[in-house]
């Protein structure tokens, strides 16, 4: 998931006109290929491995795990961070063939040269965190019995059928036909926690209980994002834009998931 920065920037500053070339690749919802590497791959193994150990010291089988695509400065109000995915306890194969102990990353990331198109893809800490803007995790653990639920239902063919490939960065979480990566989270642990593939009736939940986060962004320059780069959609959006981010997400958990934990990981110093 991610937010308008340069589109917003080049409206702001330099007009329409030169919308096209500022547009391209500024999502944070894709697998970090081509993204500006802002720290040092020592430094992003070292903050991987704490956010790990974070995880692993609440005994974390399932998390939803969040980071900063952008810096906070380029992100509408009220948003953080840019995209999410859950991180499941693993046994992990290295390269040369050994298994240990980890956390496997299981994503929705728009596709290489395609980012109205998404993918289910898996991939690891150092790999999550690899193009970040700010070295910042944001951590949500679900409650014992909603991890165990999410267990179940991770990489099987429930999981894999809520996932709609025609992405939009602001994707409306009350519809269909349009989904982001925190639209997708949120789908899943409503089908884990009513235990249905009956997306339908996960729609009808989320209109119900969960709140999403209004897009303060005027509809003028949303109805040119839209214009000019194929990530933005207002197609599944009737009046004011809203979609789902981890706050929300966490907020809905904090109420409707007795048990569950959200906090925030930031490097050392």
């Known amino acids: 998931m991610n937010w308008l920065p340069r589109i917003l920037l080049a409206l702001s500053l330099a007009g329409a006109p030169l919308l096209p070339a500022q547009a391209v690749g500024f999502s944070g919802s894709s697998s970090g290929a081509g993204e500006v590497i802002h720290f040092q791959p020592e430094q992003i193994i070292k903050f991987a491995k704490k956010v790990e150990k974070a995880m692993a010291a609440k005994g974390a089988r399932v998390a939803i795990l969040a980071r900063m ?11 953080h961070f840019t995209h999410v995915a859950f991180a499941v306890y693993s046994e992990i194969t290295t390269q040369d063939g050994r298994k240990l ?23 690891f800490p150092v ?21 165990q639920r999410l267990l179940a239902l991770i990489g ?38 009513y235990q249905t593939d009956d997306i ?15 897009v303060n962004v005027s509809p ?14 207002m197609s599944d959006h009737n009046g004011e834009a809203s979609t789902a981010t981890f706050e929300t997400i966490s ?19």
């Not at 339908?200 to 209004?214: D, H, P, S």
């Open 69 to 79: 695509g952008r810096p906070l400065a380029e992100m509408p109000e009220g948003m």
């Open 101 to 123: 102990p980890g956390y496997a990353i299981h994503n929705l990331y728009q596709e290489d040269g395609h980012p109205d198109v998404s993918s289910l893809v898996q991939d």
């Open 127 to 147: 790999d999550f965190f690899g193009g970040v803007a700010v070295l910042e995790a944001g951590i949500l653990i679900p409650s014992p019995e909603l991890q």
């Open 156 to 193: 099987t063919p429930t999981y894999k059928a809520l996932h709609e490939p025609h992405y939009s960065v602001i994707a409306n979480p009350y519809t269909l036909g349009r989904q982001n990566c925190t639209e997708f989270v949120l789908d899943v642990v409503n089908a884990a926690i």
């Open 200 to 214: 339908g009736k996960i729609k009808n939940v989320e209109k119900q209980y969960f709140k999403a986060q209004k």
């Open 220 to 233: 003028f320059k949303l109805m040119l994002g839209s214009m000019f780069s194929t990530e933005v959609a």
């Open 251 to 269: 907020a809905y958990l904090s109420k409707y998931d007795q048990g569950s934990l959200s906090f925030t990981v930031l490097p050392d110093q």
